[in-house]
């Protein structure tokens, strides 16, 4: 069962993650356990390296966790995440794929994918998440 009614619904609720808003971040799907979500790379996104700051690659994932998290049970916040990265990006979006793995009485597992537009992978994530008294 989803917590909200429609995407637009989830939508205007993470309209109040600012930081994530102010990042370029978007919500593209969600269905279900399953949330899709996205970010055009620009400048600001990038180290001294001109790579991908892994703080933004962070941001994305914890983002689209949330999102998937939110949607199980309202609301849940991130207990624990793990990120391995896998290999800088050479496109200009990245999208992050969250799925819930096990939904349980008090947390969750989500295992978040991403990968950039041109298909690589750029990292893999587990998060945790813990539901909140509602």
Known sequence: MSTFAS???AREYFAGD???M???I???ALEGSTATCSMALTKR???ANGGVMGGAIFTLADFAG???G???HRPTVAQHVSCNFLSGSRGSRLIATARCRKDGKTTCVINIDMVDD???DIAQFVMTSYKLPG
């Open 7 to 9: 995407i637009e619904e």
């Open 18 to 20: 600012i930081y994530a």
């Open 22 to 24: 102010e990042s370029g």
């Open 26 to 28: 978007t919500l593209d």
């Open 45 to 47: 996104h990038r180290n």
């Open 66 to 68: 949330a999102v998937a």
């Open 70 to 72: 939110n949607n199980i």
């Open 118 to 120: 041109l298909g690589r």
